[in-house]
């Protein structure tokens, strides 16, 4: 099983700033089959980010990732007031995992 | 625009079966070729994937709880179902139906079910 590490834990920002988050893979992963989701309290996950890179209809363009084989990252580049929430990466190899999520609080 | 919903008892009791069902409208099972899963969210913690079933009948399933799962589609009523037997208070958490498998989209809102006495 592929495990997934997120970093940090807490990540804490003003609105305005930048924000990345880190997400690494126990062993390689395709990128093809790298996404990233945003939570909210008492919300379903939402998709942001499949392919390592593509943005799912509707994410706006602030939103992005990067990355390939073991590391990859989900990038905010100047973060909103509703963009403070949990953020998971999750992979899907011969099994899918989900990392232990960033949340992203204000400052 | 698909949309799913989850159903079933929010109360088990311990040692036994959790039974969810999840209705798709907006498109039919059949026709995407999609797999449909479940995960769940125990509260306050991550992101379990628990399985998920290709609408053909083809499955695959957390290692760590598959002696205990099984998914099931019934096309005619454009629905999928998760059965988790042998339950304890560990099993209590939001239980999501899903279409997908990378990415996951889109999601149900959830349902939390409760194992307790």
């Known amino acids: 099983e592929i495990v997934l590490t997120q970093s940090p834990g807490t990540l804490s920002l003003s609105p305005g700033e930048r924000a990345t988050l880190s997400c690494r893979a126990s062993q390689s992963v395709s990128s093809y089959y790298l996404a990233w989701y945003q939570q909210k309290p008492g919300q379903a996950p939402r998709l942001l980010i499949y392919?390592?890179?593509s943005r799912a209809t509707g994410i706006p363009d602030r939103f992005s990732g990067s990355g390939s084989g073991t590391d990859f990252a989900l990038t905010i580049s100047r973060l909103e007031p509703e963009d403070f929430a949990v953020y998971y990466c999750q992979q899907f190899g011969n099994s899918l995992t989900f990392g232990g999520g960033t949340k992203v609080e204000i400052k | 625009q698909l949309q799913l919903q989850e159903s079933g008892p929010r109360l088990v009791k311990p040692s036994e079966t959790l039974s969810l069902t999840c209705t798709v409208s907006g498109g039919s099972i059949s026709k995407n070729s999609y797999y449909w899963g479940w995960i769940r969210q125990p509260p306050g913690k991550g992101l379990e994937w628990i399985g998920s079933?290709?609408?053909?009948?083809?499955?695959h399933s957390n290692p760590s709880l598959k002696s205990r799962v099984t998914i099931s589609v019934d096309t005619s009523k454009n629905q999928f179902s998760l059965k988790l037997t042998s339950v304890t208070a560990a099993d209590t958490a939001v239980y999501f139906c899903c279409q997908g498998d990378s990415p996951v989209d889109p999601w149900g809102q959830g349902t939390l079910v409760t194992v307790s006495s």
């Open positions: 392919g390592a890179s």
């Open positions: 079933m290709y609408y053909s009948g083809s499955t």
